[in-house]
């Protein structure tokens, strides 16, 4: 029997930072790094993680599922995960760590799993483990770790920034259900091939009667008429100019807006977010 210590990273500024923190806080643990791939994944996740891996000076593993997102996406009747049905969280995130750490488990060590959870989210819980040898913790909120916590940490190690936080606020699969609109135009922009699947597979649900499309109440084919994409960055731009006055900028990240994304709530877009894909 004995002591294992894992760090889920998602491709996102918390896991990241996060696994930065335990390295320098923490270099007598053997930390093991991975990442749940769904092979659905932005480019610019798999480029920060390998950015990251140099940071750490040690290999990040891939946890990939045994059945990846067309085989659950059929056995769903191709119907889309939504915010009510997030089979894809349950599929490919959650059970690839599960078989993963089994064995472990059945071994009879003890897991310590260090999760992202930060000291002003106190609204969020985490992986919840129904086995007494897998022990989550929690550094940030132990530390008391922000999110300004969390933008040093990034800054001071060199690391910086995921390049999709420029017109996106999260990690996670390409077409994620959690994208806000204006997130959607980024990916039509920035990778109009992968927005072009996600179409594809919106088309495929809506042929098998599925009640949900990417977006509640708006096809992707809308989306991407050219009145409708100035339309969201007409109104985008309104709502980022009035955040923009009520929050300093950072001069550690200075080529990085101080404004997310996803500190902008809108009626119209809904506002959410999973524990598991996006740290």
């Not at 809506?206 to 990417?214: K, M, V």
């Not at 008429?225 to 709502?239: L, M, N």
């Amino acid at each position: 029997m004995a002591e294992r210590h894992v760090l889920g990273l998602s491709g996102g500024k918390d896991s990241a930072a996060l696994a930065i923190f335990m390295r320098e806080t923490y270099p007598e643990l053997d930390i093991e790094y991975f990442f749940t791939d769904t092979g659905k994944e932005l480019p610019e996740v798999y480029a920060f993680l390998n950015k990251l891996e140099g940071f750490l000076g040690k290999p990040i593993l891939k946890l990939n599922p045994h059945r990846g997102f067309d085989f659950w996406l059929k056995e769903y009747n191709h119907f889309l995960p939504s915010p009510q049905t997030r089979w894809c969280t349950r599929q490919l995130k959650l059970l690839p760590f599960e078989q993963w750490v089994r064995p472990m488990l059945a071994d009879g060590d003890t897991v310590y799993s260090y999760v992202a959870i930060r000291a002003d989210e106190e609204y969020r819980t985490g992986y919840s483990s129904t086995n007494n040898n897998l022990i989550i913790k929690l550094p940030f909120r132990e530390k008391g770790i922000n999110k300004e916590g969390v933008r040093n940490i990034l800054a001071n190690s060199g690391v910086g920034w995921p390049e999709y936080y420029k017109w996106r606020s999260r990690s996670g699969c390409t077409f994620c259900f959690f994208q806000k609109k204006i997130e959607w135009i980024g990916l039509l922009e920035k990778h109009p091939d992968e927005f072009q699947k996600a179409k594809k597979y919106e088309k495929l649900a809506i042929d098998h009667g599925s009640p949900f499309t990417w977006i509640q109440g708006e096809p992707l084919s809308e989306l991407e008429k050219p009145e409708r994409i100035t339309q969201i960055k007409d109104e985008f731009q309104k709502r980022l100019q009035k955040e923009k006055k009520k929050k300093p900028v950072n001069p550690l990240l200075p080529e990085i807006e101080i404004i997310e994304i996803d500190d902008l709530y809108y009626d119209d877009e809904g506002a959410g977010s999973c524990n598991i894909c996006h740290k």
